[in-house]
């Protein structure tokens, strides 16, 4: 695990962004894993401005999405379908039948979580998943104690979970209370992770994700397991981290080429 202290949240998400990009330069049509949540708004807005300005093409992408709230249709304006919509595929040329998202209104769950895993092995796997981190710990929707293995399924939401998404909803009793999610071990087959942490809120769980034991209390630390995870944080994000000098250290001596 690669963990990247950036000063500040937009230099954090342009990071991000350019792992993305250097990834697209050297493979086009290259399967990319996104996530929703706030965090990674920031590296959607830069991919935006890549494609604009700087002509990043997406042409050839594929993406699959990972999580959505169950009962809520694709229009409906807290679907994680419209959230994706309007922060980045409307703005960039990726084809509509390349976009895969969860759908949160299918009649059989099972088997849509089956197609779902299948869809993405026969894309030939993800390339890069990018994500966020709940309060709690969990990446994409695997709530604390979710198997690390865990595959596409139906989960319950958690009682913090919904807090802390209440805030998208006019209602606490508005949020969905069961997502449909990719599993952690879904998560963790993508070849590279891109991992985002922002805000004094995430502290706690960014030093257990990377320097605590492996527990499925906290699924980001399944990240460990995983050998090609880069951890972008912010200051106020990376402020409980013990060995914080060593990854600045790391950083500043980082190798010019793989073979130093
Ligand atoms: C939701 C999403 C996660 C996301 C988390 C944190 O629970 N399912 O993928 O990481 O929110 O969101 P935020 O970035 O807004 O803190």
């Known amino acids: 695990m690669e963990v990247v202290i950036k000063s500040d949240y937009e230099e954090m998400c342009r990071a991000a962004a350019h792992v993305v990009a250097d990834i697209l330069n050297t493979k086009p049509d290259a399967v990319l894993g996104l996530a929703t949540g706030s965090t990674p708004l920031g590296v959607y807005k830069e991919l935006v401005r890549l494609h604009q300005e700087e002509g990043i093409d997406f042409s050839q992408v594929t993406t699959f999405n990972l999580d959505e709230y169950v009962g809520l249709s694709i229009n409906d304006s807290q679907s994680y379908h419209h959230f994706m919509h309007e922060n980045f595929f409307k703005h960039v040329n990726i084809p509509v039948q390349n976009i895969y998202i969860p759908s949160g209104t299918t009649r059989n769950y099972q088997a849509f979580c089956q197609w779902y895993e299948h869809r993405i092995e026969e894309c030939g796997g993800i390339d890069v998943q990018i994500l966020g981190i709940g309060t709690d710990g969990h990446i994409a929707f695997n709530e604390p104690t979710s198997s690390l293995s865990s595959r596409t399924r139906l989960k319950t939401l958690e009682k913090q979970t919904i807090n802390d998404n209440a ?13 449909i999610t990719m599993g952690v071990g879904t998560i963790l087959e ?9 805000g004094k809120s995430k502290a706690t769980v960014v030093a257990a994700s990377v320097e605590g034991p492996v527990t499925s209390m906290i699924t980001a630390s399944a990240l460990q397991m995983h050998p090609s995870t880069l951890f972008f944080v912010d200051e106020e994000a990376g402020s409980e981290l013990k060995m914080r000098e060593y990854y600045d250290w ?10 130093a």
């Open 190 to 198: 993508a070849k590279q992770i891109v991992l985002l942490a922002s």
């Open 250 to 259: 790391v950083q500043e001596k980082k190798p010019d080429s793989p073979q």
């Open 167 to 179: 805030r998208f909803f006019e209602n606490r009793d508005d949020v969905p209370i069961y997502a």
